[in-house]
């Protein structure tokens, strides 16, 4: 992986959680139902908005205009890994793009993959969480908040979410050349 940005990166994709005894220090954090996407800030102070299905070139930065002024404050050469959602939910994120949209957007951030325009995925998730916590983020921007896993998952709110994703503190964010990576560190479970 090259340590400055370029350009959109595959994201990193969590795969099923069948029930096995994780090894190793977790987090749960809520699985948003909503459309995931990056938000990178260039070395030029650029912004651009990907979708995460790249291979279908989805630029959403002219029509998202107002992610420019939430992460202002954030140094050049930073990489967000995100999920789009909006105040009426999953089914009215599509009006997001419209030029009056009847929903307020939300955009729940839970890494950070370049910062100063350095590849910090070979961190840990637990360093990174401490980076991301660090960033000034402005509305509609959201950090994801996250509990520590201890084997309760029956206590989830499930209304409020899709799912959660567990993740390992110790797991390092891979970026795939040509494809999504999926990485047995990120295990989801969807309620419904």
């Known amino acids: 992986m090259g340590n ?17 005894k994780l090894k190793g220090e977790w987090i749960i954090e809520p699985k948003i139902d909503g459309w995931r996407m990056q938000i990178i800030k260039f070395p030029d ?13 989805p630029l959403w930065s002219a029509i998202l205009r107002f992610i420019q002024n939430a992460i ?7 990489l967000l890994d995100c999920e789009l959602f909006s105040s009426g ?8 793009f419209a030029k009056k949209p009847k929903v307020k957007p939300i955009i729940y951030v839970f890494d950070v993959i370049y910062y ?11 360093q990174r969480k401490t980076i991301l916590a660090r960033l000034r983020l402005k509305s509609p921007m959201r950090i994801v908040k996250y509990t520590k896993h201890d084997g ?40 419904r």
């Open 4 to 20: 400055e940005i370029t350009g959109p990166v595959w994201l990193m994709q969590p795969i099923p959680y069948f029930g096995e």
């Open 45 to 57: 102070g650029r912004i651009e908005c990907w979708g995460r299905r790249l291979e279908k070139k």
């Open 72 to 78: 202002r404050d954030l140094p050049n050469g930073t």
């Open 89 to 96: 939910g999953r089914r009215f994120i599509t009006s997001l």
């Open 116 to 126: 100063n325009n350095i590849f910090i995925g070979d961190l840990t998730l637990k």
């Open 152 to 191: 309760q998952l029956e206590l989830q709110d499930k209304q409020e979410h899709e799912g959660i994703v567990l993740k390992n503190l110790d797991s390092k964010y891979s970026v795939g050349k040509d494809a999504p990576l999926a990485t047995m560190d990120w295990r989801k479970i969807k309620w």
